[in-house]
């Protein structure tokens, strides 16, 4: 059986830190409140002119870097992005040609903060049909771009980053056992538009819009979505939540976060957590906190990761990989 084998991390974050206090000193909030709501500490904020293909080259030459291969090697991209360059053409296609990538292809996929689990999902599947052996999948985010600064409930929970995985082609017996991506589970709910959306786009208002979100439907709906994606991982592959070495969650809340190990009996030790320091980076947060967890060790070889997430749309979804 063909599996994805990850064989390569890599992530990008802005140089300019915005701590809470700063935010304190213009809005109708305090580091306190912030800290206890969310957990959230500071974000990184991308410098005038620094677009999402900038933090998403970066970030892909460090996931070929540890992989050991050029951009030659790549057959596919897959961006997933709430926050392209432009409307067209895709912010994969930017990375694409600056990273030297003259063959195969490249596009956006676009779930929000699901968008890495979904993008994982598609490169799993090009890569299990043959159509491709070597994908680049990343996830990026230049979410200060849209945010209401004025908003106090919106504007303090998100940062911008950019994190990127390389898949390979490899083979296994097609148990849990196998390295690689085991399953992929996508869910959708175009009920719960109005919980959390952009107010602008070409086709409605012509404008970009900013970030509009109920916080508490959001966190309402969050831990239960979730929990279903993943016990449909566990179960499809046959194990338990005592089996997962690492939960790497999207960075949301780290209420939510601690909802969700709570919901699966899981140690917080097993849990990687990134949200006190990048804030949400929406597609981007799984793949920095990966990052993160495999560049420090604690992610290891033969390991069960977790990986899930919830976005506006309502989208929510989980992949199960062994490292």
């Not at 979410?143 to 998100?158: A, H």
């Not at 900013?210 to 046959?238: I, K, S, W, Y």
Request: with cysteine.
């Amino acid at each position: 059986m063909i599996r994805s084998l990850v064989v390569g991390c890599g992530a990008y974050l802005p140089s300019q830190v915005v701590p809470n206090a700063e935010l304190a000193e213009r809005l109708d909030t305090s580091d306190d409140w912030i800290r206890q709501r969310t957990g959230i500490c500071e974000r990184r904020i991308a410098a005038p002119g620094e677009m999402t293909s900038d933090l998403a080259v970066e970030a892909s030459k460090a996931a070929l870097a540890q992989a050991g291969l050029s951009s030659d090697a790549v057959d596919l991209i897959v961006c997933a992005t709430s926050t392209p360059d432009e409307t067209f053409p895709s912010t994969a296609t930017r990375v694409q040609t600056r990273l030297g990538m003259t063959r195969g292809a490249a596009f956006d996929v676009q779930a929000v903060c699901s968008g890495f689990v979904y993008a994982i999902a598609v490169a799993d599947n090009f890569i299990r049909c043959g159509q491709a052996r070597t994908v680049l999948v990343i996830g990026a985010e230049t979410f200060s771009r849209i945010l209401d600064w004025s908003d106090r409930g919106t504007c303090v929970l998100f940062g911008d980053g950019a994190g990127a995985v390389v898949l390979t082609a490899g083979e296994g017996a097609g148990g849990a056992s196998d390295r690689g991506v085991l399953s992929t589970h996508l869910y959708s709910d175009g009920a719960h538009h109005d919980a959390l959306y952009v107010d602008g786009g070409p086709s409605s208002t012509q404008t970009v819009g900013h970030l509009r979100m109920q916080g508490r439907e959001v966190f309402r709906h969050a831990v239960t979505r979730m929990g279903q994606a993943v016990d449909t991982a566990l179960a499809a592959n046959g194990v338990t939540a005592a089996d997962v070495d690492w939960l790497v969650p999207h960075q949301a809340n780290v209420r939510i976060i601690q909802g969700m190990a709570t919901r699966m009996s899981l140690p917080l030790e097993k849990v990687v957590v990134t949200v006190d320091r990048h804030a949400n980076t929406s597609a981007a947060s799984i793949p920095l906190a990966l990052s993160e967890a495999v560049g420090d060790g604690r992610i290891k070889q033969g390991h069960l990761v977790l990986l899930e997430a919830m976005g506006g749309g309502f989208t929510w979804g989980s992949a199960l990989v062994r490292w």
